[in-house]
């Protein structure tokens, strides 16, 4: 069962100068930030308490960022047991859930055709 909205990402230039401005300007605290290669790391920032985070996203790592929204995460206890309950009520899925360094996550789209991600 999906639990919260979990992040929202935003596509940025320089990851370190968009992390500056949220965490020194906006007064946010890094949440997460494991190196993902040479091009940048996952960067999760959020208020302090908050149960939704941004990420905030290298543009260079995300070749069609300029054709992507901001992405809605939703946190979930069980990938595979929601995907299996969403699934098995019509829901469309890109792809069987995947296993990465940050967790599980699946895509799934709503009618319009919009993606949206759980993630656990």
């Given at each position: 069962?999906i639990?919260?909205?979990?992040?929202v990402a935003i596509?940025?230039?320089d990851?370190?100068?968009a992390?500056?401005?949220?965490?020194?300007?906006?007064?946010?605290?890094?949440?997460?930030?494991?190196?993902?290669?040479?091009?940048?790391?996952?960067l999760?920032?959020?208020?302090?308490?908050?149960?939704?985070?941004?990420?905030?996203?290298?543009?260079?790592?995300m070749?069609?960022?300029?054709?992507?929204?901001?992405?809605?995460?939703?946190?979930c206890?069980?990938?595979?047991?929601?995907?299996?309950s969403?699934?098995?009520?019509?829901?469309e899925?890109?792809?069987?859930?995947?296993?990465?360094?940050?967790?599980?996550?699946a895509t799934f789209?709503?009618?319009?055709?919009?993606?949206?991600?759980l993630?656990?």
């Amino acid at each position: 069962m999906i639990q919260k909205i979990a992040t929202v990402a935003i596509y940025v230039e320089d990851q370190q100068k968009a992390k500056t401005f949220w965490t020194e300007k906006v007064g946010f605290r890094v949440v997460r930030e494991t190196p993902m290669g040479p091009g940048g790391s996952w960067l999760e920032v959020a208020p302090p308490g908050a149960e939704s985070a941004l990420v905030i996203y290298p543009k260079s790592m995300m070749k069609n960022w300029a054709e992507l929204t901001p992405s809605i995460v939703f946190h979930c206890d069980d990938v595979e047991e929601t995907y299996n309950s969403m699934k098995a009520r019509g829901v469309e899925f890109e792809g069987e859930p995947q296993k990465m360094q940050w967790g599980t996550y699946a895509t799934f789209k709503d009618e319009d055709g919009h993606s949206f991600l759980l993630k656990g």
